[in-house]
């Protein structure tokens, strides 16, 4: 089990601490949120089963009753990723950089427009690059459904940055 958990470990952190990012807006909140997630995990570990769904999709399971957990706790408000705060410094120039950040600005703006059941399956459709199938299963919505979900926040995302783009040319 030990190989097991360390294979699970190191193909998964990437997408479960995006998803968290996503949902908690900050880097160290994520990193935070993301220890908290795999702890829970390696003490859950015997419940995982193989034949119900993807390591990845059990594990989203569990961090987004982490991340309930933090907004309980009064943790900052959730939103979409500072996704600046991956970026390498020394790699980017400065005016890239700062196009850039209003861009993510701009969008993290869009999402936060969206219904928080949207924002939820667009953060584990995006952040966590989890298939309709695997959300459904954690969200407990129909496969289908996800589907129209995804597919209307991202029309209305659309929508929101072509008026945003229209509106500053």
């Known amino acids: 089990m030990r190989r097991d958990w360390e294979e699970i470990y190191r193909e998964n952190t ?30 859950r570990r015997r419940s995982f089963d193989p034949g119900r769904g993807s390591a990845r999709a059990w594990l989203i399971g569990i961090a987004r009753r982490v991340v309930a957990d933090g907004r309980r706790k009064g943790r900052q408000e959730l939103g979409m990723s500072d996704f600046e705060a991956f970026a390498d410094p020394s790699a980017v120039d400065p005016q890239e950089e ?20 949207e924002r939820e399956v667009i953060a584990m459709k995006f952040g966590a690059d989890l298939t309709n199938r695997e ?16 597919h209307r926040s991202l029309a209305r995302l659309r929508a929101v940055l072509k008026e945003d783009l229209d509106e500053t040319g």
């Open 14 to 43: 990437a997408a479960v601490l995006n998803y968290i990012a996503y949902r908690s807006g900050d880097r160290d909140s994520a990193e935070d949120l993301c220890a908290t997630t795999f702890e829970r995990a390696w003490r």
């Open 135 to 150: 959300i459904a299963r954690t969200t407990g919505l129909s496969e289908s459904h996800v589907g129209t979900i995804v």
């Open 98 to 117: 700062a196009i850039a950040l209003e861009a993510v600005a701009v969008v993290r703006l869009a999402v936060s427009s969206l219904p928080e059941r």
